[in-house]
């Protein structure tokens, strides 16, 4: 049984200085201990908090698994790692930084093609012309399964893509993508445009709590401390 | 779950040897198709939708290959292998493992790894006779093995396609109601929009090109259509063409000045879609409401009305057979007749075999055309548990 409460907090960049960020407004301060590059944390006034440093996806898996009580990440991370979201963990609050929009963005000049209703018939015709099927780069697998399926769209292929995927269609590895945009510029450089109802989930990172971890009644005891401190009403 | 326990090894083995007898000794072939699939065939073949139940990876060499989630595929491409023109009439049965990613969790009943016993009949030029055959062997297997006693869920793709093809409407129009037949509240709303305001929101394309275009002249169009991009400073992009693009466009126009679907062909479909009957009762009630649909549903009335005869000629109960016109549409493969053997125990959830026609498959995979194809397996593992389960 833990007798502390683990909390999983982004390891570099943005996502950790804002999270910082977010936790000093409430007179929360997270601490590094041990080595100056380790991944290990306490908050200061907080004896039974552990905090691991890791990287925001591995704190999805850390959550999904229980291994981690708390922690900050992305909600698009969460939503494409987790099959059974609701039952796994509870996305407590959203922090107001780390936006990014999950959309489906086409070449622009696939001028009959504004909704993603209009995919279909372009498949089709393609389906006719090319002998396969419409490719779909993205790393969002599970979310953009999800999002074409609920449009009834079936004819397409994912092709998974780690990093460039706006470059995919003019490099003509993929069709059309699935990806992260902030402000839309990378995908205009790259000839691509986000149809009118292609925005799949508007990201930000969110406070999650693991539903699966061991609430022993001391971890419950350290995460109620923590957002009352944080002005949130007790979860656990 | 655990693997399968050596006593249960023993009797699937055992159980494996009575059916694949029975398949060989009715001259199906025992094949053994690769365990280890090129992904690619399963994903551009039956879709995306497939891929959230397969296993998936990426090999040393980068090349994404999967584990068979079904056995059918495979044996197509076995086929292929051996006659690449598909010329030949052939007759497979196997028996071997399968395996599906299941998203709330592996249990007895849906496994990540089982093993199907079944059968695949390409070429034959009597498709009913095939699939009454069909159906016939593998509840004679079924019963070989033990099963006393099952529900038969029974449906016919063909029927729906036939109705379509017979109803007045464009092309693009039939195969957006294909595409959401398997979702009926889709097919609702798009059978609602068809039949009163068909034209998608025109006001989002460019109108004075698609005023310009003229469907006559696909050439001139995909020039006007290039001019366009070109006077807008757009790049054409990607491996759709220009004249893809103006064949959309004038879809688009087509749509717009097209009348909307005749609210009794509409009313039609809707009543064919809800229709849940005893098998032998199906054809007297189709007649019946589709009155003077047309002559291409009145064949698959009759096609179906024979098969029935056949299966109750080899002795299948079709008086507790059962029909839904939704059925069958889960697997985006199947084409026609399509079946599912329950068993009370376990549940229409999970059926201990099921099968079906799938005439398009074969070109899908890389023959030169259609062939007729029909096939079915048994699911071993929920064979032996309820037929153990009735020992008890």
New interface residues.
């Given amino acids: 049984m833990s007798t502390h409460l683990t909390f999983a907090v982004p390891s570099k960049g943005r996502l950790m200085e804002q999270t910082a960020e977010f936790l000093a407004a409430s007179g929360v301060t997270l601490r590094k201990v041990g080595p100056e590059r380790g991944y290990r944390g306490e908050i200061e006034g907080f004896g039974n908090i552990d905090v691991a440093f890791i990287s925001a996806s591995e704190i999805v898996g850390a959550l999904n698994s229980g291994r981690a009580h708390i922690g900050v990440t992305g909600e698009d991370l969460v939503r494409e790692n987790i099959?059974?979201v609701d039952e796994r963990v509870e996305l407590v609050k959203p922090l107001g930084f780390g936006h990014a929009d999950v959309v489906v963005a086409v070449?622009?000049?696939?001028?009959?093609?504004?909704?993603v209703?209009?995919l279909?018939?372009?498949a089709?015709?393609?389906r006719r012309?090319?002998g396969?099927?419409f490719r779909?780069a993205t790393k969002y697998?599970?979310i953009t399964?999800r999002f074409?399926?609920r449009h009834?769209?079936?004819?397409?292929?994912?092709v998974e893509s780690l990093g460039a995927t706006e470059g995919t269609?003019?490099a003509?590895t993929a069709?059309l993508i699935v990806d992260i945009t902030s402000t839309g510029a990378t995908l205009v450089a790259n000839?691509l445009r986000v149809l009118?109802d292609g925005v799949i989930l508007k990201s930000e990172a969110n406070l999650v709590l693991s539903k699966v971890a061991d609430w022993s009644d001391a971890a419950k005891a350290a995460g109620n401390d923590l957002f009352t401190r944080l002005g949130l009403p007790n979860r656990v | 779950m655990a693997g399968a326990q050596p006593a249960n090894f023993e009797a699937l083995e055992a159980q494996a040897r009575t059916l694949l007898a029975i398949f060989i000794a009715s001259g199906y072939e025992a094949v053994a198709p690769d365990i280890i699939q090129p992904a690619?065939v399963f994903?551009?073949v039956v879709?995306?939708?497939l891929?959230?139940r397969t296993y998936v990876f990426t090999d040393l060499n980068g090349e994404e290959m999967c584990l068979r989630p079904d056995l059918t595929v495979p044996t197509c491409r076995l086929y292929l292998a051996r006659h690449p023109q598909a010329d030949r009439e052939a007759f497979y049965s196997y028996n071997g493992p399968a395996f599906r990613f299941q998203?709330?969790g592996a249990n007895a009943s849906h496994p990540r790894e089982f093993r199907q016993a079944g059968i695949e009949a390409f070429g034959g030029e009597d498709a009913c006779e095939a699939d009454a055959r069909t159906l016939v062997l593998i509840l004679r297997a079924l019963q070989q093995a033990g099963l006393s006693k099952w529900r038969l869920q029974t449906g016919d793709v063909g029927l729906f396609d036939a109705l379509l093809d017979d109803a007045n409407m464009p092309e693009?129009w039939r195969?957006?109601l294909r595409?959401?037949f398997w979702?009926p509240d889709?097919l609702h709303a798009e059978l609602k929009r068809l039949s009163t305001e068909p034209a998608?929101?025109a006001a989002?394309?460019?109108r004075s090109?698609i005023d310009a275009l003229d469907p006559e002249d696909p050439a001139g169009a995909e020039n006007l259509?290039a001019a366009?991009?070109d006077e807008q400073g757009?790049?054409?992009?990607?491996?759709?063409?220009a004249a893809?693009?103006a064949?959309?466009?004038l879809?688009?126009a087509a749509d717009a000045k097209a009348p909307p679907l005749k609210p009794e062909t509409a009313a039609l479909i809707e009543s064919y879609v809800g229709t849940h009957l005893p098998a032998a009762e199906v054809a007297p009630a189709l007649r019946r409401f589709a009155g003077s649909a047309g002559a291409g549903f009145a064949r698959a009335i009759d096609a179906y009305e024979r098969r029935l005869k056949l299966l109750a000629d080899s002795g299948v109960d079709v008086a507790s057979m059962e029909f839904s016109a939704e059925f069958g549409r889960n697997v985006?493969y199947y084409t026609g007749f399509v079946f599912e053997v329950i068993a009370e125990t376990l549940g229409a959830e999970s059926p201990v075999a099921g099968g079906g026609r799938y005439d398009s498959l074969l070109k899908a995979v890389g023959a030169p055309r259609n062939v007729s194809a029909v096939g079915a397996a048994i699911h071993t593992e929920r064979l032996l548990a309820v037929v153990r389960g009735a020992k008890a």
Avoid at chain 1, 152 to 158: E, F, P, S, T
Avoid at chain 2, 234 to 241: H, N, V, Y
Wanted: glycine share 12%; aromatic share 6%; hydrophobic share 40%.
């Fill in positions: 099959v059974n070449p622009a000049c696939w001028i009959d093609v504004n909704e209703a209009d279909e018939a372009a089709a015709v393609f012309e090319h396969r099927l779909v697998i599970n399964r074409l399926s009834g769209l079936a004819d397409y292929r994912i269609p003019a003509g069709d000839g009118n | 690619g994903l551009d879709g995306e939708t891929r959230g998203p709330v693009r195969r957006r595409d959401h979702r889709a998608r929101s989002a394309f460019p090109l259509v366009y991009l757009i790049e054409l992009i990607g491996a759709r063409t893809e693009i064949e959309g466009l879809g688009i985006g």
